[in-house]
């Protein structure tokens, strides 16, 4: 029978560990880390359970480690590996197929090696015996080196241990988020660690893969705190729009965030009627805000007939105008408050 174990208590992996593991061996489980699990002798854990991390600390030993076989990695949120220090293996299942949640980090620390792509010196950590991650779920590890603190990407080589890759992260970045505020795109990002880290470039597309630049923001080089960055885009585009940070190092080589998407109606005029008018109108507008409007009316060759300040509420409003000119075509313009212009054209026939 298949069971489901969660480790809440630090207190059971550390006071308790032949207790808890020969309960694990008894029977196939999932065992989910949502604090900390420390491994207090080896091969105690059934070869067939899952490991699913939750949030928690998987550590192989609090002093050199212990080796383990278990079942198949899976990744639900934040999690960490935390290597001991002696010579011994964490080896998962082929863990390919198993659903790991996107965004999510596994952290591994304490890995002994040259931090080049090649096998570790000390504990290491397979899954399955070939190269069978995907590219996507060795995007979502982290290697902390132990001494200078850089955040290294994994890699796995072909006997299905994964390690750290060549380059550190010129950046580690925990989240970049978009957020339609008062008629404003707000900007806020977030980095772990900064390695030679220049400057941030937000760039801004209509339709993900025409780019453009709208402002530059400077980093702070070299950081093992967690930053906080923000920065607003006041003149948002209507409807869908698009949004990344291009990362740029001392050296000029640069990475790009995933895309934050924002969806900004705007103010779009709907309607006008009747039209033909005789000089009474009602105007249907449709905003995604609140907002002082200015309703002005031109003639044809451009010169203003009258000017009207008005005030729309989020959602359809219907505003009532008149002017006094002689029959013909004029131009309707509404100027909202962030400086853009939208235009009807309304035919005076008396």
């Not at 207790?19 to 900390?36: K, M, N, S």
């Not at 050199?64 to 899976?74: H, I, K, R």
């Not at 509420?313 to 100027?335: M, P, R, W």
Request: hydrophobic letters at 40%; proline letters at 2%.
């Amino acid at each position: 029978m298949k069971k489901s174990f969660t480790i809440i208590e630090k207190a059971f992996a550390f006071l308790l560990p032949s207790i808890l593991f020969t309960c694990f061996a008894a029977h196939a489980q999932t065992v989910t880390v949502v604090g900390t699990m420390g491994l207090g002798a080896a091969n105690k854990i059934s070869d067939a359970s899952a490991v699913n991390m939750k949030g928690g600390t998987f550590r192989t030993g609090s002093g050199a480690g212990f080796s383990e076989t278990v079942g198949a990695l899976t990744l639900s949120a934040n999690s960490t590996i935390a290597l001991g220090t002696g010579s011994h293996t964490l080896n998962f299942a082929a863990s390919n197929a198993a659903s790991w949640t996107g965004g999510k980090v596994l952290t591994v620390t304490g890995w002994q090696g040259a931090y080049d792509g090649t096998t570790g010196t000390s504990g290491k950590i397979f899954t399955g015996s070939s190269a069978e991650l995907s590219a996507g779920k060795l995007a979502q590890i982290r290697f902390t080196h132990p001494s200078n603190g850089n955040t290294y990407t994994a890699t796995q080589l072909g006997t299905g241990e994964f390690v750290p890759a060549t380059v550190a992260l010129p950046i580690e970045l925990l989240s970049f988020k978009a957020t339609l505020k008062n008629n404003v795109v707000e900007l806020h990002w977030q980095t772990a660690t900064e390695v030679n880290n220049d400057y941030f470039v937000i760039e801004r597309s209509v339709d993900g893969k025409i780019w453009e630049s709208i402002d530059t923001i400077k980093g702070v080089g070299n950081s093992r705190n967690v930053l906080n960055y923000a920065n607003n885009d006041d003149n948002p585009l209507s409807g869908t729009s698009y949004y990344r940070l291009k990362q740029v190092d001392f050296d000029r080589s640069f990475s790009y965030s995933d895309i934050a998407v924002v969806n900004f109606d705007g103010i779009k005029i709907e309607d006008l009627f009747p039209n033909p008018s005789e000089g009474n109108f009602n105007l249907v507008m449709k905003s995604s805000i609140e907002a002082s409007i200015d309703l002005t009316i031109y003639n044809a060759i451009g010169q203003m007939i009258k000017t009207q300040a008005m005030h729309i509420t989020k959602g359809t409003n219907t505003l009532h105008a008149q002017f006094e000119a002689a029959n013909g075509k004029y131009l309707i313009t509404v100027k909202s408050t962030d400086g853009a212009y939208y235009d009807y054209t309304v035919v005076l026939n008396k």
